[in-house]
């Protein structure tokens, strides 16, 4: 089945820097890949995906990139904010199973004033 | 709408013990299911279920069970309650044709 490895596992930077956040997927079939963001005690909550037939993807300060061959695909947040501190997880959908999230063990963002 | 609603928030169980920890939704979305959420391993898929009448595995389906009566509720069964299950539990439904995940405000479950 599936596998996500997410890295790193935490990950501090400086107000006003980038942060990006890596993953790796086992599943050559995956055609989906979301990103959410859960904030401390707070649910999980969408903020961006990609899917297989797209390189890229940008909302404002947000971008997902997707690499097929290699069978990763990454976070990038530019411009952080203080807001922005929070656990973030990746995860990838097999084609078979178009419901079946399987996640990576999440980032703990962490973006210091 | 309430969106997905789980009960209780917060549960201490004694090892042995059962209980049911619950879901609804009031979107009317066809698939629904339970993830366990742990230090350092993320979000584990316990079961889920794409309509009523219909459930399957995830990733760690021991010890849990599930049925889905309904479209609206999709409750979590610990029959004998286990130091090992103490987690966080989301319930999250989507429906026919997407893949974005609503989730549910969690349940913190200790089993002593």
Request: hydrophobic share 30%.
């Amino acid at each position: 089945g599936e596998n996500v490895e997410q890295h790193p596992s935490t990950l501090s930077v400086q107000e006003g820097d980038s942060a990006v956040i890596k993953c790796t997927y086992s599943d050559s079939a995956s055609n989906y890949f979301p990103w959410y963001k859960q904030e401390l005690g707070k649910r999980p909550q969408l903020i961006i995906d990609i899917r297989s037939n797209v390189g890229e993807k940008k909302d404002q300060r947000i971008a997902v990139t997707l690499n097929k061959t290699a069978k990763h695909f990454s976070l990038h947040i530019t411009e952080t904010q203080p807001e922005d501190s929070a656990v973030y997880f990746c995860a990838a959908v097999p084609r078979d199973s178009s419901y079946k999230l399987i996640f990576g063990s999440g980032t703990r963002l962490l973006v210091r004033p | 709408n309430a969106g997905v609603t789980q009960t209780p928030k917060f549960q201490v169980l004694k090892t042995g013990q059962s209980m049911t920890l619950q879901c609804a939704q009031d979107m009317n979305h066809e698939y629904m299911s339970w993830y366990r959420q742990d230090p350092g391993m993320g979000l584990r898929l316990i079961h889920y279920s794409v309509g009523a009448g219909i459930t399957d595995q995830g990733e760690v389906p021991n010890g849990y069970n599930v049925s889905r009566s309904t479209t609206e509720d999709f409750p979590l069964r610990l029959l004998s309650a286990a130091p090992s299950q103490t987690s966080v539990y989301f319930c999250a439904s989507s429906y026919f044709g997407s893949e974005k995940l609503f989730f549910g405000s969690g349940t913190q479950l200790s089993v002593l």
